[in-house]
């Protein structure tokens, strides 16, 4: 399997003022980055797309992808996941090709488009609230699920206490999916980083489909960046009835949202919050009575 994390020799610059740094204003030493690497996706023997991501839960990379691109949404409708050959330079396993192997009566879906995806973009060549509405088959706008705004603002920090390759590098994003329970606590399902913000979404969503467990009903996803257009969309797709973003929503990303019945939530920081979409589903605080 392909690393996660890469040391790499570099110069630190001080430039603080202080004394330390004014007698070693340039230092060398070792950084530790997250790995960043081209992953080819095939359907059979044809190619379908290719993802920059960080090595690592691939098979689910690529089973979540699969759900966002519409292409399937059971379990039973993905048959095999396998590495193909492919080595580097030294004659190394780059486990950088996955095929997927379909069900026969599923449609393979048309590869005219741009099916490159960087890892700072998400599903390129799905760009309108219409092409999800068609491609969906499970509906937030169902799931009565609510959240407490207490439970909602510490998802942020909950996050961020589990992630592994963050600590080390600094360099990658996370998605984390909670279960709400019936008490209204919460308990983290599944937790992915990647370099992209999108592959990190893609991963917790083809765990889910892998465990049989689409549609996501009574969930959020907390994922550590903005909520894009793309992460509404995989979301939808995947039937998770709420999102939470450590930063801002687009105004697509919106739309989406209020399009599906999705609650969507930015800028959760701990102490505060902005609902953009689906406010019903969120248990506000009491309302304190002013002292007599």
């Known amino acids: 399997m392909g690393r996660v994390t890469q040391r790499r020799k ?14 070693f204003p340039v230092r060398h ?18 190619s379908f797309s290719v993802t920059m991501r ?4 691939d098979f689910d990379l690529v089973a979540g992808f699969l759900v966002s691109e519409g292409v399937i949404w059971s379990p039973d409708q993905l048959v095999s996941l396998r590495f193909c050959a492919g080595e580097d330079e030294n004659g190394v396993q780059t486990f950088n090709v996955v095929e997927a192997q379909l069900r026969p009566d599923v449609p ?5 488009r741009n099916v490159y995806t960087s890892s700072s973009c998400g599903i390129c060549g799905t760009d309108s609230i219409e092409s999800v509405r068609k491609s969906s088959h499970y509906s937030p706008a169902s799931d009565p699920v609510t959240v407490d705004a207490h439970v909602l603002t510490s998802l942020p920090a909950l996050l961020r206490k589990s992630q592994r390759v963050f600590e080390d590098t600094g360099g990658v994003h996370a998605a984390g999916l909670y279960k ?4 209204g606590g919460v ?8 370099v992209g913000r999108h592959n990190a979404v893609d991963k917790v969503v083809g765990w889910a489909l892998r465990e049989g467990l689409l549609p996501l009903r009574g969930t959020v996803l907390q994922v550590s960046g903005r909520a894009s257009f793309e992460l509404v969309q995989k979301a939808a797709l995947a039937g998770i009835p709420v999102l939470s973003a450590v930063s801002a929503p687009s105004s697509l990303a919106v739309e989406l949202a209020e399009a ?28 304190r009575q002013p002292v007599a």
């Not at 570099?10 to 007698?23: F, I, M, N, Q, R």
């Not at 030493?29 to 044809?46: C, F, K, S, Y």
């Not at 960080?54 to 839960?57: A, S």
Request: contains cysteine; proline residues 6%; hydrophobic residues 35%.
């Open 260 to 287: 599906r019945g999705l609650t969507l939530a930015g800028f959760n920081r701990g102490t505060s919050m902005n609902v953009y979409a689906g406010e019903a589903r969120i248990i506000r605080p009491g309302v």
């Open 108 to 112: 393979v879906p048309d590869t005219g």
């Open 54 to 57: 960080t090595p690592g839960d």
């Open 180 to 183: 709400i329970d019936d008490d």
């Open 29 to 46: 030493r070792e950084d530790v980055l997250a790995v960043e690497e081209p992953l080819e996706i095939r359907l059979g023997r044809m």
């Open 187 to 194: 308990r983290l399902l599944c937790l992915r980083e990647d």
């Open 10 to 23: 570099v110069h630190k610059y001080l430039l603080d003022g202080s004394p330390k740094a004014l007698e």
